[in-house]
């Protein structure tokens, strides 16, 4: 039998759909909480997303491990009744409501007065207030917004995407923190609270660290500040591949070797490759002036040999992967990082494993993704409802 998660015991409301809420949910629940997710007739909208595994959603699936589905029209009276008195016993409601779905009875206000010790957590597109606060958000609007896709792409050509759903999964990260700390307050001090997270916060929040750096405009240069002004990173090029590499401040014995080795002694002249290659190589000032004086010496290598000099030599050094070679790694295979769920519907599938890796209390997948409205009947018997109330709620399309 498998050791308890660290968050066992703990009981999560979870009315979120799409990436950012269930992502945050879902680390609640790998961490051993019990996760309701409650769902609207038409089922989370990320059910709806391609591509499918037997009709269901390679996306969904991905985000809604370790949760239990209900389906409650919470746009009715009865419905948002029933929502409330599973949040009376609840320790975190999670919603990224509209203001006029909130006003149905499941804003914080109304939670609270029943249920005092509730962490409510909100999650918003823009926040809470301003000119931005009603609007809607999806990823690439909050990226645009934000100024990410100012670090991607060619200089002078049109900004580029990350791919990544940045702002959606980091603003799940950021609001499981944030009901982290609101539970440990209330383990201290025995009162509940509301978080709020956007993110358009979450996104100035990451790129704030770059913007911090920028203090000399004299002197475009420094960590972070060549977002602006570096191609884009494809790798050097081998005989047989491209690798990424970076040298770090070794002694002029090791560098005196690697040149050797790379028949590059003609650079020591060269003051861009002075302090033992350090500007010339990874963020460093002349990185990318110079890229195709190392990859004319790398043509002559493969990149199993470029990167194990360099490794000999205290440098980073890595090929540059794709899906395929990434997944047949031994270091993933290592980390055990890719495991396999067992789905009723879509059968086994592939996924990856939490992160987190506890000595006592480990995270771990206890349950597949629900089917839409799976766990309906018993969620609702467990609140005290009988049969025939379920059967007349069902009937009247509140409960599915």
């Known amino acids: 039998m498998s050791s308890p998660g660290s968050l066992e015991g703990l009981r999560v409301i979870d009315i979120t759909s799409g990436l950012c809420g269930p992502w945050c949910s879902m680390q609640l629940g790998d961490a051993g909480a019990d996760v ?3 769902e609207l007739p038409g089922g989370d909208s990320a ?21 239990q589905s209900i389906v409650i029209d919470y746009r009715t009276s009865d419905g948002a009744e029933l929502v409330r008195r ?30 005092p010790r509730i962490v409510h957590c909100a999650i918003s597109a823009f926040g809470e207030d301003g000119p931005l606060k009603d609007a809607p958000g999806s990823e690439l609007v909050v990226q645009a917004m934000a100024e990410y896709a100012a670090s991607l792409g060619k200089i ?6 990350l791919g990544a759903d940045v702002a959606a999964l980091n603003t799940g990260i950021f609001a499981t923190q944030a009901i982290l700390a609101a539970l440990f307050h209330r383990a201290r001090s025995g009162e509940g609270q509301r978080v709020s997270v956007s993110q358009f916060g979450s996104l100035l929040h990451m790129r704030g660290i770059m913007w911090q750096a920028m203090t000399d405009p004299d002197d475009w240069y420094g960590f972070h500040l060549d977002h602006y002004t570096h191609p884009p990173e494809y790798g050097y090029q081998t005989a047989d591949g491209a690798i990424y590499f970076i040298l770090r401040r070794g002694n002029t014995e090791d560098w005196d070797r690697l040149l050797l080795e790379l028949d590059m002694m003609h650079v020591l002249d060269d003051p861009r490759f002075a302090d033992c290659g350090r500007l010339a190589t990874g963020v460093g000032r002349y990185a990318a002036e110079v890229k195709p004086i190392w990859e004319e010496a790398f043509k002559r290598h493969t990149s199993a040999d ?10 980073d050094a890595v090929p540059m992967m794709d899906y395929d070679s990434l ?48 766990h309906t009947n018993q969620v609702l018997a467990a609140l005290g409802l009988e049969d025939t109330e379920i ?5 009247l399309g509140i409960v599915a």
């Open 327 to 374: 997944i047949a790694h031994p270091q993933v295979e290592a980390l055990g990082a890719i495991v396999e769920i067992d789905h009723p519907k879509a059968g086994a599938f592939k996924t990856i494993r939490p992160v987190a890796r506890f000595s006592a209390t480990p995270n771990a997948i206890r349950r597949p993704p629900p089917m839409l409205g799976e």
């Open 306 to 315: 470029i990167v194990k000099l360099i490794h000999s030599l205290g440098g």
């Open 47 to 67: 059910r709806s997303m391609p591509p499918f595994i037997a009709d269901e959603s390679a996306v969904f699936l991905s985000l809604n491990r370790n949760k």
């Open 36 to 38: 309701i997710k409650i």
């Open 156 to 161: 002078g050509d049109p900004p580029v995407r």
């Open 86 to 115: 599973l949040a009376r016993s609840a320790d975190v409601f999670i919603e990224d409501l509209a203001s006029a779905a909130l006003a149905h009875g499941l804003s914080y206000e109304h939670l609270r007065r029943e249920n």
């Open 391 to 395: 059967a007349r709620l069902r009937s």
